[in-house]
């Protein structure tokens, strides 16, 4: 496996990478520069980040996939689990070949990155988070009934949207069981002890404006964690708060989004020589 931070002069390649009982559907643009490997909203496609990767050109090697019943291509799987999503980095940087990766993730993708770079400091050159890993208690039984109401409607017309990709081939309940669990991994409790393990430069992007589903200022009460993230652990920092909203951010704030890659990436330099 490569272990340089930048990669091997490789061909660009898009195929399907097995993992467990499904398979993902990847894309990698090959090169020798820094290899990044992007992390999808959770219902997201890998074609979410396209703004970033025109933003950050040729000279970086992209690693794109489509989890579990997401996107086009990828396959169902029995298992929808948030530990199932961070082992399929692995499986993905596996078949790529790739052992030292920058990481980024947006929303979903956030919370990922993150835990992925808590457990693996020695390959993580850093970590850009997009809108997401933000620690606070935002989920109780009332939120757990809005948010399984909420993905009961929805379903009503995802169906039609599923041979588009832009819907997940998953049922109401799966979907509404990961966002719980979502809300249970973002608690302060669960949270915060995982960005406490980031050893590596990590940088944050937020947004101003609010989410699909969020009321009020909920949001922006969510995005107040941060400060005491900053605080407690000097690799993180704020890179950037942009107008844009959460559903916006990587279309509208591209250019800022690559900016904190960058940044990471000079970061990790420096402290290489």
Same mark, same amino acid.
């Given at each position: 496996m490569a272990t340089n931070t930048t990669s091997p002069t490789v061909p660009a390649w898009t195929g399907m990478v097995p993992v467990d009982d499904t398979a993902l559907a990847v894309t990698d643009t090959g090169g020798p520069?820094?290899?990044v490997v992007y992390l999808n909203g959770q219902f997201a496609t890998q074609g979410y980040w396209r703004h970033v990767i025109a933003e950050l050109g040729t000279g970086w090697r992209h690693i794109t996939?489509?989890?579990r019943a997401r996107g086009r291509k990828s396959k169902r799987s029995a298992d929808y689990s948030f530990e199932a999503v961070v082992r399929d980095v692995d499986a993905v940087l596996a078949a790529r070949e790739v052992d030292r990766v920058l990481v980024v993730g947006w929303s979903y993708g956030a919370f990922v990155a993150a835990h992925w770079t808590g457990r693996n400091p020695d390959r &993580?050159?850093?970590?850009v988070l997009v809108e997401g890993a933000q620690p606070h208690d935002w989920l109780d039984q009332a939120m757990e009934q809005r948010i399984r109401?909420?993905?009961r409607r929805l379903n009503l017309f995802m169906p039609l949207l599923r041979p588009t990709g832009l819907t997940p081939r998953m049922t109401a309940a799966q979907m509404a069981d990961c966002n719980i669990e979502l809300g249970r991994l973002a608690r302060r409790r669960e949270l915060g002890p995982v960005l406490?393990?980031?050893?590596v430069p990590t940088?944050?992007?937020?947004?101003s404006g609010t989410s699909l589903g969020s009321k009020g200022d909920e949001q922006e009460r969510i995005r107040a964690s941060l400060d005491g993230v900053v605080a407690g652990n000097p690799n993180i920092e704020i890179s950037a708060k942009? &107008?844009?909203n959460h559903d916006t951010i990587l279309k509208k704030d591209a250019p800022t989004v690559a900016e904190a890659v960058r940044q990471v990436a000079a970061h990790h330099d420096r402290a290489e020589r």
């Open positions: 520069g820094i290899p996939y489509d989890e &993580a050159l850093g970590a109401r909420t993905f406490d393990t980031i050893t940088r944050y992007v937020v947004a942009v &107008a844009s």
